[in-house]
């Protein structure tokens, strides 16, 4: 499978603690979003990078929300001292330029 | 005012109705529009672009009115299979060439045999 691949698929974890998810995005593609959706809402805009260079950050992305691209292929999105308000999914996406982003399934994170 | 707005729904219709879905969207410096599908429980696919002069797909077509800055999707001969929800997205671009691409919420169509 050559798609959009995300990692954990779920995390449950308790108030205050740091989780950290993966993305692998389709291998010439160098562009990578990162999204949050919310039950009965579209995706919400996060971050994207090109390359490894970090291009846009939403306000969205408070202090706790962190996000790398170190090598240019993989990303990972930290959220640290988590609030239950984090509960969402976190979606990855991946495109070649500005052609069609293509999404990976998802992790979805449930804060206690 | 949201950026991209949508009536949320549901769109209840029968098999072989012809439905459509409008998406307002606020910037009119919005560069590109597309048209996802998302099942339930599942990750946002492609289902069209959207272009000035509008595009048709098999049962499927978009429009773009930029001068009320709109984009519309029409579904005819709707199927069961055509249940899900449809995103519209518009894409605003930023000085630097990046881009800043925002979803609306999302209308939910459930087709009914």
């Known amino acids: 499978d050559t798609g959009v691949s995300q990692n954990p698929r779920h995390k449950i974890t308790k108030r205050g603690q740091n989780v950290t998810f993966r993305c692998d995005p389709i291998s010439e593609h160098n562009r990578l979003y990162w999204y949050r959706q919310t039950l009965g809402q579209g995706p919400e805009f996060l971050t994207y990078f090109q390359n490894e260079a970090q291009l846009e950050k939403s306000r969205l992305l408070s202090d706790r929300f962190s996000a790398e691209r170190p090598k240019g292929s993989f990303s990972t999105l930290e959220i640290q001292r988590t609030e239950q308000g984090d509960s969402a999914m976190y979606l990855c996406?991946?495109?070649?330029?500005?052609?069609?982003?293509?999404f990976g399934p998802g992790t979805r994170l449930l804060v206690l | 005012r949201k950026e991209v707005e949508q009536d949320p729904g549901p769109f209840n219709v029968p098999e072989g109705a012809t439905v459509a879905f409008n998406c307002t969207y606020s910037n009119s410096a919005s560069q590109s529009f597309f048209w996802y599908r998302q099942d339930c429980r599942k990750e946002p696919k492609l289902l069209m672009s959207?272009?000035?002069s509008g595009n048709e797909d098999g049962r499927f077509t978009a429009q773009l009115n930029r001068a009320s800055q709109y984009i519309s999707l029409l579904i005819r001969d709707s199927k069961l299979s055509d249940s899900a929800t449809y995103l519209c997205v518009v894409n605003k671009e930023r000085p630097g060439g990046s881009y800043i691409p925002t979803f609306g919420r999302g209308t939910s169509l459930i087709v009914h045999p």
């Open positions: 959207v272009y000035s």
């Open positions: 996406a991946s495109s070649r330029g500005q052609e069609t982003q293509y």
